[in-house]
């Protein structure tokens, strides 16, 4: 049961355009989502997070939309750079839980 | 600040041989630590958690076990690996009991079984 979901495995975007990563999920209970970028042969680091009570969340050129009717969120990179090739994973928590639930990864393609 | 270390980087080992792992949190005290793997080509999958010292919650039925015999300190291991074992290993942190979520992932160790 895959609770949360990356329905895309890749993705090639342009340098300089923007990119957007589509994660969604089927737990209403979930209450705080998280996205982490993924360079081969290195740990996930922290990229940016919203909590359902919000809509949107911004850090420099990265952006998360959450839509909860929808169950979906979203993260877009404005504008893509090189650098920002690598995978990308979605992750959700709710309140109480002592472990998050990630997606499949979506990998990002940069091209110059 | 909080560091998180984990050894050895990569390791090959044969099948039916033993396996240790070892991960160390540094900067934090009664974090709560993690277990992952990724499998080739394949999302995270959470293997154990744990809450506090000789704490462990187990996700998957598999050949691993996990150990914290310390607070900062969490094992993985194995009596005798599985080719299916072979994928990245990594390790975790967060805040306990906190309402804040987010984990923080150590550099991973690369294990091919051979």
């Known amino acids: 049961d895959q609770q949360v979901k990356q329905n895309s495995p890749s993705l090639s975007v342009q340098e300089g355009r923007i990119s957007i990563l589509n994660c969604d999920y089927t737990?209403?209970?979930?209450?705080?989502f998280l996205w982490y970028k993924k360079y081969p042969a290195e740990g996930p680091t922290f990229l940016i997070s919203i909590s359902s009570i919000k809509d949107k969340n911004e850090d420099g050129r990265f952006t998360v939309f959450l839509n909860k009717s929808a169950k979906h969120l979203s993260l877009h990179i404005v504008p893509s750079q090189p650098g920002d090739s690598a995978v990308y994973f979605c992750a959700a928590s709710r309140q109480g839980a002592q472990k998050l639930v990630f997606g499949q990864g979506t990998r990002l393609t940069i091209n110059p | 600040s909080q560091t998180i270390h984990q050894w050895p980087a990569t390791l090959v080992q044969p099948v039916g041989s033993p396996l240790s792992l070892e991960c160390t949190v540094e900067g934090t005290s009664n974090p709560n630590l993690y277990w992952y793997r990724q499998a080739a080509g394949r999302g995270l999958q959470l293997l154990f958690y744990s809450v506090g010292i000789g704490q462990i919650s187990s996700e998957v039925p598999q050949n691993l076990s996990a150990s914290r015999p310390q607070d900062r300190q969490f094992i993985l291991s194995s009596k005798k690996l599985l080719l299916s074992d072979s994928g990245f290993y990594l390790c975790?942190?967060?805040?306990?009991?906190?309402?804040?979520?987010?984990?923080?992932f150590g550099p991973g160790t690369r294990l091919t079984v051979t």
């Open positions: 737990n209403s209970m979930f209450d705080y």
């Open positions: 975790a942190w967060s805040v306990l009991a906190g309402v804040i979520h987010e984990q923080y």
